[in-house]
Every structure is written in C-alpha cells, then in structure tokens.
T-cell receptor
Framework: QKEVEQDPGPLSVPEGAIVSLNCTYS??????FMWYRQYSRKGPELLMY????GNKEDGRFTAQVDKSSKYISLFIRDSQPSDSATYLC???????????FGKGTTLSVSS | GAVVSQHPSRVICKSGTSVKIECRSL??????MFWYRQFPKQSLMLMAT?????????EQGVEKDKFLINHASLTLSTLTVTSAHPEDSSFYIC??????????????FGNGTRLTVT
C-alpha cells in the first residue's frame, strides 16, 4: 500500500461545477497537508496548507482534513476553465521536511 | 510571497555530458532545499535533501555520485547530473522552506527543469 493514494482521473466537469478531489493516506504521523496545482511543464503551485484536522477556506477553494479517517479533500466551487490542471495532494509529519505526494488528479473544466 | 527560481527551465544534452541545475530562493533564506524528479504522468519523487553547509541526504536508490548536490549558501542549491544517460531524462524540481517561516511554513517549488538526454 502506498503512503498516499490519489485517483489520477482524468476528471472532466463543465464550467461552474463543484469539484471534489481527495486523497487517502496510511501514515498516522502526517500532520501537515497541502494541495498543489501543477500546470503542464511547470512546478507545483501551493493552493492550500492545513495543519492537523479541520477545514480551511480560501476564495473558491476549501480544504478538509479528517485525520481519523486519514482522508483529505479539496473542493473547488464555481470551477473555471483556468482551473484545468493537475492537482497534487502532499503531506508530511514535520514542518519543513520533504513532502510525500499523491499521484495527482488531472482536472479539465470545459466552458 | 516566497519565490523559488530554478534555472534552466529546459536543457537538452548529449549522453555522457554533465548538466547543472540551479535553485535559488529569491526573497527568503532556505536552510533546507529538496530535489524531486517527476516522470510523465507520475508524482514527484524525492531524490535528496540539501542542507546548507553540509552533505546532502539521498533517498534510497538515488546515486549520490551521479546526482551531485551543492548547497553553498542559504539561497542557492545546485544539482549536477553527471555523465547523463537517456534514462535520466525527466523533470527535475527543487523546493525550499523559508527558514524564518517559524518552522510552520509550507514548501515552495521552483518551476522545474526539463532535462532531455539524447
């Protein structure tokens, strides 16, 4: 079993849809959870950063962490074609340490 | 926000030659930088952890004599792929932590270097 599991998709939605992306993990020591967006041939761009369990909202993006279930989610409201990218979940046990990444989910938002 | 600059963005080299990739933190000091490799449609895989002023720590399966890492200052780390072979062709990405981020700052990534070995 891999440490971080993420459905690679692809996921195709119409513009304006609510998108739900998620990851599961096996290491209960993970405390820091991140979502990155990666456009083709570019480095990952940090979207959301959460410590421990709970929800965090930033504009159209909401991140949820459920440590009891070892499950994290990213919700995108009112999705736009510019949201089309690969979304990577990442996590670590200690701040500033190397991240363990999911495989990434490719999202396509059509206008 | 914090910016990590990586150079070059793309390089093509002949088999057997060496290639150096630079990773700079532009507006913060980075005690630790990380080097990842990403194959097409795959996730980022950690290659090594680079600490300023000391030897890098390599992940299992990564040849330290092939992938030379130098972290000579708090704003610069370099990765040199020595005697490159076609199987080294990949997307190399560095990341850095803001040393003054209170120990709770996320990692910021460079834009990656696409290496093609012919």
């Amino acid at each position: 079993q891999k440490e971080v599991e993420q459905d690679p998709g692809p996921l195709s939605v119409p513009e304006g849809a609510i998108v739900s992306l998620n990851c599961t993990y096996s290491n209960s020591a993970f405390q820091y959870f991140m979502w990155y967006r990666q456009y083709s041939r570019k480095g990952p761009e940090l979207l959301m950063y959460t410590y421990s369990s709970g929800n965090k909202e930033d504009g159209r993006f909401t991140a949820q962490v459920d440590k009891s279930s070892k499950y994290i989610s990213l919700f995108i409201r009112d999705s736009q074609p510019s949201d089309s990218a690969t979304y990577l979940c990442a996590m670590s046990g200690q701040a500033g340490t190397a991240l363990i990444f999911g495989k990434g989910t490719t999202l396509s938002v059509s206008s | 926000g914090a910016v990590v600059s990586q150079h070059p963005s793309r390089v093509i080299c002949k088999s057997g030659t060496s290639v150096k990739i630079e990773c700079r933190s532009l507006d913060f000091q980075a005690t630790t930088m990380f080097w990842y490799r990403q194959f097409p449609k795959q996730s980022l895989m950690l290659m090594a952890t680079s600490n300023e002023g000391s030897k890098a720590t390599y992940e299992q399966g990564v040849e330290k004599d092939k992938f030379l890492i130098n972290h000579a200052s708090l704003t610069l780390s370099t990765l040199t792929v020595t005697s490159a072979h076609p199987e080294d062709s990949s997307f190399y990405i560095c990341s850095a932590e803001d040393r003054d981020g209170g120990g709770n700052s996320p990692l910021h990534f460079g834009n990656g270097t696409r290496l093609t070995v012919t």
